[in-house]
């Protein structure tokens, strides 16, 4: 039975420790300084050398105390699926789904609309990847933006 309850506890701590780190990658203060370290790096030269500049800038940051550490992964991922680095033709490519709405809540999934049904909530990305043109995009349904897919929404950009 001690073991069961230890077991218990150690579970419990687990899920708070992650919820915590999952609310810490997000919010207007991640937001900014991943929008800071990605505006670090120059978006010129190839991909390769843009995606290894944010991770230095990523380590440099968890360093200081600047960024959560298990928020790493989310920032690379952002220059990873960006635009930066290569042909001028690449765009990034949403492809989007509609929202749902909390009715408990009364907002919808993009928590800033008022809703009482899911009808009245905007659409939202459900992924994001960079092509090598607007065309190929758009055959494949998306919807053409640029940047990286962090900034990506479901409305033309």
């Not at 220059?79 to 949403?94: L, Y």
């Not at 909390?102 to 905007?122: K, M, N, R």
Request: hydrophobic share 30%; aromatic share 2%.
């Amino acid at each position: 039975m001690k073991k069961l309850v230890l077991v218990l506890v150690v579970a419990a701590g687990v899920a708070a420790l992650a919820s915590t780190a999952g609310a810490a990658c997000s919010g207007t203060d991640f937001n900014n300084t991943r929008d800071s370290i990605l505006a670090g790096c120059p978006c010129t030269g190839n991909h390769g050398q843009y995606v290894s500049c944010i991770t230095r800038a990523v380590r440099e940051a968890v360093r200081n105390d600047q960024l959560d550490i298990n928020c790493k992964g989310k920032v690379v991922r952002c220059a990873a699926r960006s635009t930066c680095g290569h042909k001028s033709t690449f765009v990034t490519c949403s492809q989007c789904v509609p929202g749902t709405c909390d009715t408990t809540a009364g907002l919808c999934d993009d928590g800033v609309t008022a809703c009482t049904d899911s009808s009245q909530c905007p659409q939202v990305v459900n992924r994001c990847t960079t092509k090598s043109s607007a065309e190929h995009c758009q055959a494949l349904g998306g919807v053409v933006g640029s940047g990286s897919c962090c900034a990506a929404t479901c409305a033309p950009q």
